[in-house]
């Protein structure tokens, strides 16, 4: 550490790594060591735009470095944080967090061992949507998401499972707590090698039922959820970073209240109002807000953000969906004597 700022490099400087480097040079508490990236050519355009160190190793950057980003394509995840794990740093990893429930176990047991920090860039978390709910009671027993965009060359090394889907699939298990007992999936590869377009229904054992859909090959983006529960409905705009929230009530409105009265209703023995909020929601870059949160667990050593384990969980999930979508893939087959 430099006096009391903890060094970080970045490792990976495609879309995502240009953009923690760039923000990593204003956090505080963080110090940027510099970026690495096995496309030579590649980092030290980024080095030379956000006049930083282009390291020539990974090695030369675990040197360096307290701390590391890992913003390179999936695939090689696991390697570059077992690295940075036996060498005793700390490690941001983006979403997913490993191609493999396995292997995001192995990492969970190394850094539990060497007793280091992991965070995973399950950026959703910190979206203003999100985090405008941190007041109100959620308990969702209906969930309906989709995760809707563009088609574009990058991240197309995992399914569009792992790219997209997971986001909601973190959400959706951080909102419920309760074990998913069922998946029901489908899915189409399109573009790609592989699954560009999917659908899963999840059932928790509290009753709760999820029906995310997520597609990459979309001529209109779209990150939306809505949630169903007892006495109200809640709606995430990802994109727009806003809720909004109808709910029913028996209770007088104070003055102050960011809410609108609809109208009234009786419910049985109640007489209750319904209301419609939009909570406030603070103007902030979310891959920044992850960063402050991650320099804080290094430094107080509070709970991470987003853990290995539930990025592992998530990552679990994602993995049971997919091989539900390679098994339905297969009895159309079956059932088509082998003909589509």
């Given at each position: 550490m430099i006096g009391n700022n903890?060094?970080?490099?970045?490792?990976?400087?495609?879309?995502?790594?240009?953009?923690?480097?760039?923000?990593?040079?204003?956090c505080t508490g963080a110090e940027l060591a510099g970026?690495?990236?096995?496309?030579?050519?590649?980092?030290?355009?980024?080095?030379?735009?956000?006049?930083?160190?282009?390291?020539?190793?990974?090695?030369?950057?675990?040197?360096?470095?307290?701390?590391?980003?890992?913003?390179?394509?999936?695939?090689?995840?696991?390697?570059?944080?077992?690295?940075?794990l036996l060498r005793g740093k700390h490690c941001f990893i983006e979403k997913p967090i490993t191609v493999s429930y396995a292997e995001a176990e192995s990492l969970i047991e190394k850094a539990e061992r060497v007793k280091r920090v992991i965070q995973v860039g399950h950026v959703?978390?910190?979206?203003?949507?999100?985090?405008?709910?941190?007041?109100?009671?959620?308990?969702?027993?209906?969930?309906?998401?989709?995760?809707?965009?563009?088609?574009?060359?990058?991240?197309t090394d995992v399914s569009v499972v792992l790219d997209l889907m997971i986001h909601d699939l973190d959400i959706v298990l951080w909102l419920v707590k309760s074990p998913v007992v069922s998946v029901a999936a489908h899915?189409?590869?399109?573009?790609?090698?592989?699954?560009?377009?999917?659908?899963?229904?999840?059932?928790?054992?509290?009753?709760?039922?999820?029906?995310?859909?997520?597609?990459?090959?979309?001529?209109?983006?779209?990150?939306?959820?809505?949630?169903?529960?007892?006495?109200?409905?809640?709606?995430?705009?990802?994109?727009?970073?806003?809720?909004?929230?109808?709910?029913?009530?028996?209770?007088?409105?104070?003055?102050?209240?960011?809410?609108?009265?609809l109208g009234n209703i009786e419910t049985g023995s109640r007489n209750v109002s319904i209301v419609f909020e939009k909570p406030l929601s603070q103007t902030v870059n979310a891959i920044a807000e992850e960063q402050k949160a991650f320099i804080e667990s290094i430094c107080s050593g509070r709970p991470v953000a987003v853990s290995a384990r539930e990025a592992a969980e998530a990552l679990r999930l994602a993995e049971i969906i997919t091989d539900e979508i390679v098994a339905q893939s297969r009895n159309i087959l079956v059932g088509n004597n082998g003909k589509i």
């Open positions: 903890v060094r970080v490099g970045v490792v990976g400087t495609g879309h995502l790594g240009a953009i923690h480097a760039k923000l990593w040079k204003n970026i690495f990236d096995a496309d030579t050519e590649r980092s030290c355009k980024i080095a030379a735009e956000h006049g930083i160190k282009a390291f020539e190793s990974l090695g030369e950057t675990l040197d360096s470095c307290d701390a590391i980003t890992i913003a390179t394509p999936t695939s090689v995840h696991f390697d570059i944080a077992r690295e940075a959703e978390r910190f979206n203003p949507g999100i985090t405008a709910l941190s007041g109100y009671k959620i308990a969702p027993m209906f969930i309906e998401a989709h995760r809707l965009a563009q088609f574009k060359p990058r991240a899915g189409v590869s399109v573009l790609t090698d592989t699954t560009d377009i999917a659908n899963a229904r999840i059932t928790f054992a509290n009753g709760c039922v999820a029906n995310i859909t997520a597609s990459r090959i979309s001529a209109q983006p779209m990150r939306k959820l809505r949630m169903f529960q007892r006495d109200a409905y809640i709606s995430v705009d990802f994109a727009k970073g806003e809720s909004e929230i109808y709910r029913l009530t028996d209770e007088a409105l104070p003055p102050s209240a960011r809410a609108t009265t």
